[in-house]
Every structure is written in C-alpha cells, then in structure tokens.
C-alpha cells in the first residue's frame, strides 16, 4: 500500500495549473506518465484510492481553478497500460465526480499523443462519453 506522502508527491507531478491558453483560460496539465493509476486503484481495493485522488483535487487543483473557465491538457506520451494508465472507466467517473461549478467551467480537453487504440476509442465513443446528453 503506498503512503499518503508518496501519493501526494506523485499526483503533484502528475497535476498542475500552469499558464493560460490563448483565450486567458486556465490549464489544467495532466502528465500521464506521473500519474500513479497503479497504486491508486490498488489503494482502490483497500478502499482509498478514489477518495485520496479526490481529496488532492479539491485541497489543490479546484481552490486554483475556482469558478473560472479552464482547459485540460493531458499529455499521454509514455504512459503505460499496467502501470499508469486508469483506464477509460476510470477518467469518466472522473469527469462525473467533478463538482459542478468545476465541470462547469471546463471549456476543452486535449489529448496530446494519444496511442492508436485511444484515438480509435476516442473517434468512435468519445462523443458519447463526455456529452451532457
């Protein structure tokens, strides 16, 4: 089981506001490399790898973004299936969890180099996934 200071380490890596894109939004930067999927869904089994992700998002990513509109860039080069990638599943129940001022305010998604099996899953279901319909 990995502990809460490792965890918290990794996620600092792994999400970060920095800058503004060309309308003055902000950017949410995702490294999907850092991201620690691996240990938090295990953490999941013991019950606290969602909750410990959830809890890094509120303490430090949402009190920065506020209620202002905002942009995700996840960056997927590197990332490896078994050890940091969530899964589809996963980013949509992400996406669900957003409290609604926070999903509110997110205006686009980039996914930078993605691999042939995402960009096919994407081309084919992404529209269904992350509509609000």
Known sequence: M???DRAERLLEEAFK???R???GRKILRIVGKFFPARELMGAGQGG???EALQSFLERRVFPEIGGAPFVVV???SL???S???PGVAALRSAYEALPAAVRDGLRAVYFVHPGLQARLFFATFGRF???AG
């Open 17 to 19: 506001i920095q800058g």
């Open 21 to 23: 894109d060309k309308k």
């Open 74 to 76: 996840y960056m997927h």
């Open 79 to 81: 990332v490896q299936r």
């Open 83 to 85: 050890e940091n990638f």
């Open 2 to 4: 990995m502990s809460v």
């Open 129 to 131: 996934l992350f509509s």
């Open 48 to 50: 606290g790898g969602e």
